[in-house]
T-cell receptor
Framework: DAGVIQSPRHEVTEMGQEVTLRCKPI?????LFWYRQTMMRGLELLIY????????DSGMPEDRFSAKMPNASFSTLKIQPSEPRDSAVYFC???????????FGSGTQLSVL | DAKTTQPTSMDCAEGRAANLPCNHS???????VYWYRQIHSQGPQYIIH???NNETNEMASLIITEDRKSSTLILPHATLRDTAVYYC????????????FGSGTQLTVLP
């Protein structure tokens, strides 16, 4: 298995632009998580899905952020409009009911200028 | 999740055992201790977890005190590739998928 796949690996955009981050979870996993990592705040859980349904989005910072999971093999995290303070590494992770651990992707380094 | 306290940083000589401590004095009876690590520029990686018995796998050993107020992660023969930030997390089994990461310990393995 290729593991959790995230794209793009790096994204540089200008303030005000829309940004879409993508994630493909490990096949068979029914939980998907989006985390954000910054130097100041560390790793923060933004939202997670179970069976494609959002369960807890309390970590989503504001309405500019939205996440979708249209099917079991794909999820997106969208920021519109983006701001410089959104600059961070965004990680996607997946897991399954029978597992006791998360599998993380390599992350997307987002820079908003 | 239980609050955990870890040293900010530690050094270890290559080939020696690395012992990483974690205090979790407020951990509840049904919370497990999980360890993850994050190598620079990569996503966190699961290492091991346990409830009250000591655990060992191919990566590390986990020693939990009898009162469960603290634990130690042991990397028996540290290599340069073990240089990473190590996170200790207390969480209820099943909710392990919703992990709250603290600041962790930066372990540097020295040649």
């Amino acid at each position: 298995d290729a593991g959790v796949i995230q794209s793009p690996r790096h994204e540089v955009t200008e303030m005000g632009q829309e940004v879409t981050l993508r994630c493909k979870p490990i096949s068979g996993h029914d939980y998907l998580f989006w985390y954000r990592q910054t130097m100041m705040r560390g790793l923060e859980l933004l939202i997670y899905f179970n069976n494609n349904v959002p369960i807890d989005d309390s970590g989503m910072p504001e309405d500019r952020f939205s996440a979708k999971m249209p099917n079991a093999s794909f999820s997106t995290l969208k920021i519109q409009p983006s701001e410089p303070r959104d600059s961070a590494v965004y990680f996607c992770a997946s897991s399954s009911e029978r597992l006791e651990k998360l599998f993380f992707g390599s992350g997307t380094q987002l820079s908003v200028l | 999740d239980a609050k955990t306290t870890q040293p900010t940083s530690m050094d270890c000589a290559e080939g020696r055992a690395a012992n990483l401590p974690c205090n979790h004095s407020t951990i509840s009876g049904n919370e497990y201790v999980y360890w993850y690590r994050q190598i620079h520029s990569q996503g966190p990686q699961y290492i091991i977890h346990g409830l009250k018995n000591n655990e060992t796998n191919e990566m590390a050993s986990l020693i939990i005190t009898e009162d469960r107020k603290s634990s130690t992660l042991i990397l028996p023969h540290a290599t340069l590739r073990d240089t990473a930030v190590y996170y200790c997390i207390g969480a209820i089994s099943g909710s392990a998928r919703q992990l709250t990461f603290g600041s962790g310990t930066q372990l540097t393995v020295l040649p």
